[in-house]
């Protein structure tokens, strides 16, 4: 993590103490955020982003009134500070401060938006693809409206540890014996008939930036989709796998669960779609 960060309008070492006791995100996880990645300078599917913020906001009826072009400028300055090109930037906005007390506060309280950035390689990332990752699967305990990006992340970390400690490098979440997405990811095979399949959009799965983009970008390699809940052996028997975030762009998956994919190297098509997916993603 870097040292500066945005704070409820100001710009602030992380080592100095900041958080509201009564922060409704802090005590209720009331709260959205947003992750996107900035290489070179650049924002990768940002106007896609921007949209899902709003949807989130809207989801949980915060009223945010900062402009696009505003939050844009203070992502800009996070970046300067930081002497940053490349980075995941990170905005986070709750609710705001009240007493504590579940329902929302009568009188509306001010929003509060934390912005930090992360340094990210875009070259490190790529490396990683050519290896690809392993992947464990484990139930998603996750509550109803995951659609909705909310700071309330408990099982998705308490996954990602699971995984960690079995050197894996995401977790794939299981209901009902079907893949729903990994626990900061969207999940993806490609089937013996050359389908690419995932989840369709509901309130089971995060609508990822990185899958609309990769959707886009099938197209150009006139590739099938199939937009339906795929099993737990349909995987183990895909030719290939992957996940896409921001941060991971098109990553293949070699192994789920200690079993190996295809041939268990980085998928072809994998490797191709994440090419595509960049030149959709990345401003002209
Ligand atoms: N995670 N599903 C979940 C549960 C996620 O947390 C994410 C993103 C995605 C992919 O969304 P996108 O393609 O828009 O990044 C799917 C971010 C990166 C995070 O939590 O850090």
């Known amino acids: 993590m870097s040292r500066i960060a945005y704070v409820d309008g100001f710009y602030r070492r992380l ?3 900041h958080i509201y006791v009564e922060d409704r995100g802090y005590q209720f996880s009331d709260g959205i955020y947003e992750v996107c990645l900035v290489v070179d300078g650049q924002y ?10 709003r949807r989130s906001l809207e989801g949980l009826d915060i009223p945010f009134q900062m402009s696009s072009a505003s939050l844009k400028i203070i992502m800009r300055e996070v970046l300067r500070r930081n002497r940053l090109r490349d980075a995941l ?7 705001g401060v009240a007493p504590r007390d579940h ?6 309280t001010l929003p509060v938006m934390v912005m930090t950035v992360k340094p990210y390689s875009l070259a490190a990332n790529d490396a990683l693809a050519q290896k690809g990752i392993k992947i464990v699967t484990m139930p998603d305990i996750r509550w109803g409206r ?3 990006k909310s700071i309330s992340l408990l099982p998705n970390a308490l996954a990602k540890q699971e995984a960690k400690s079995k050197k894996a490098y995401e977790a794939w979440l299981l209901k009902e014996n079907k893949i729903t997405e990994g626990s900061s990811s969207n999940a993806w095979i490609i089937n013996a008939s050359g389908s690419l ?3 369709p959009l509901s309130n089971e799965i995060l609508g990822g930036i990185t899958r609309e983009s990769v ?3 099938v197209t150009s390699l006139g590739l099938k989709v199939e937009e339906r809940a795929f099993t737990y052996e349909e ?4 030719k290939e796998a992957f996940i896409t975030s921001a941060s991971s762009l098109v990553m293949p998956v070699t192994h789920i669960d200690d079993q190996q994919i295809g041939d268990g190297q980085a998928g072809p098509q994998t490797l191709k779609l994440r090419d595509a997916y960049k030149q959709v993603a990345r401003p002209s």
């Open 146 to 148: 995951v659609d909705i």
């Open 15 to 17: 080592s100095e103490p």
């Open 197 to 199: 399949v995932t989840r």
């Open 89 to 95: 930037v990170y905005m986070q906005i709750s609710r």
């Open 235 to 238: 995987a183990l028997e895909a």
């Open 215 to 217: 959707l886009k970008a």
């Open 44 to 53: 990768w599917d940002e106007a896609g982003h921007m949209a899902r913020l």
């Open 103 to 108: 329902p929302f506060p009568d009188k509306p």
